[in-house]
């Protein structure tokens, strides 16, 4: 669950390293590594989303529950330390016998290692295990971290933005989302105590926030997924400026693309795309992800205008018995081309649609990147929902802090 910085700036995580198991739509159960911060609950994917405030002394005490050395890395972050008894020591690539076993200071079983770093640069940013890279990240040892710009009051949406004022990085909504990729031989070795090599690396399903597609769509906290928490649906009204980060926590690079409009590129790995007063924030069709990598970008979507008086869309509408809807027996479609209206849909089909709203797709561009175990549709795909002005409480689109959520997306 997202955790919230102290009042006092000086916020202590407490995350333990543990297994545990999730599950595909194909009904597949796959064994995990991952973070968690709870104590006597199984293993999250990805880990809980870390939100502090810009100029916060971060505390991490890690415990390890895991059966081999674990650490965490926090790319991006400048100055961390590891707190011993005889003081703060700067962490660092860990040799052995003249053999890099680990890129950072890390922790054996049933042990705990406490890290330290000042968040000095708002923007969003990836932790994830520095010990056997090649092994723990994919097995699940990742998360995100957010750092919110210093003047950042969540009660105030005037100062709601990702990089502080006159950044041109406002928002009205925002929404995370952490991608990778599952290879199931790897897990299934490591779960067995068995050999497994890297060359060999070959997935099989690829995750949005833990989950694979149509799971994507489903609301957070979602009781069926105890161990996937965040959802990862899109939703917004018309006009809106939606702040949508994106972390690449896999080995893979994902080339991630929305549908309705192109998004502008504000900051990559949690820096400013400015040059002093230059604006390089740029439009993109379709933005790579790649491992370890971080985007912030704004997306806005505002429409054509049709109006079924005034505007109406300047081709008739065939008959229904001339239109493929919902060839699964369900249908996003709301039976009507105008935002807000609902219309007639076939007898016997389901519409998911609830107020008239458009919805969008958002999924990777490589094709075996949207299915799950070679089966379309699935993997690395989720949908952006347009509604009506005034359909959509205060309380969506929003990063929740103290909450089980990663966003929370119940409308009134």
Not at 77 to 96: D, H, K, M, W
Not at 115 to 134: D, K, M, R
Request: glycine letters at 12%; proline letters at 10%; hydrophobic letters at 35%.
């Amino acid at each position: 669950m997202p955790t919230q910085a102290t009042a006092n700036g000086s916020p202590t995580i407490h995350l333990r390293a543990v297994d545990g198991y999730i599950i595909t739509p194909d009904g597949a159960s796959i064994y995990i590594w991952g973070y968690r911060d709870e104590m006597g609950r199984p293993a999250q994917l990805p880990g809980p989303t870390i939100i502090v405030n810009q100029g916060d002394t971060v505390t991490i005490k890690l415990t390890n529950e895991l059966r081999e050395n674990v650490s965490i890395m926090f790319p991006g972050q400048n100055g961390v330390f590891r707190l011993t008894n005889s003081g703060a020591v700067p962490v660092g690539p860990i040799y052995e016998n003249g053999r890099l076993v680990s890129l950072t200071d890390y922790v054996p079983p049933r042990g705990t290692v406490i890290y330290q770093f000042v968040a000095s640069q708002p923007g969003t940013y990836v932790y994830h295990s520095g010990t056997e890279i090649n092994k723990q990240v994919p097995m699940g040892l990742y998360g995100a971290i957010i750092v919110r710009p210093a003047g950042f009051d969540p009660l105030d949406p005037a100062t709601w933005s990702a990089y502080g004022p006159e950044t041109d990085t406002e928002f009205d909504r925002e929404y995370l989302l952490v991608v990778a990729e599952i290879d199931p031989v790897l897990h299934e070795a490591v779960r067995l105590g068995k050999p497994y090599r890297p060359s060999t690396y070959r997935p099989r399903y690829w995750t949005i926030n833990g989950r694979c597609a149509p799971d994507t769509m489903l609301p957070d906290r979602a009781t069926y997924l105890p161990q996937q928490p965040y959802g990862s649906m899109i939703m917004a009204e018309p006009g809106e400026r939606v702040l949508i980060r994106y972390i690449g926590a896999g080995c893979d690079a994902h080339p991630l693309h929305p549908h309705g409009n192109h998004t502008r590129v504000v900051a990559l790995d949690g820096r400013l795309l400015r040059n002093g007063t230059q604006d390089l924030s740029h439009k993109h069709f379709t933005v790579l992800v790649g491992p370890g990598q971080t985007y912030d970008q704004i997306f806005q979507w505002d429409g054509l205008g049709y109006d079924p008086v005034t505007n109406p869309i300047p081709t008739p509408i065939p008959n229904l018995r001339n239109q493929a809807i919902g060839d699964v027996g369900w249908t996003m479609w709301s039976g009507s081309p105008y935002l807000g209206q609902k219309g007639d849909i076939p007898i016997g089909v389901t519409s998911l649609n609830v107020t008239g709203e458009y919805y969008f797709m958002l999924h990777s561009h490589s094709e075996p990147q949207i299915t799950n175990w070679g089966e379309f549709p699935g993997g690395m795909m989720t949908m952006i929902g347009i509604f009506p002005v005034g359909t959509l409480g205060p309380e969506v689109g929003r990063l929740q802090r103290n909450s089980r959520a990663n966003s929370t997306r119940e409308r009134r």
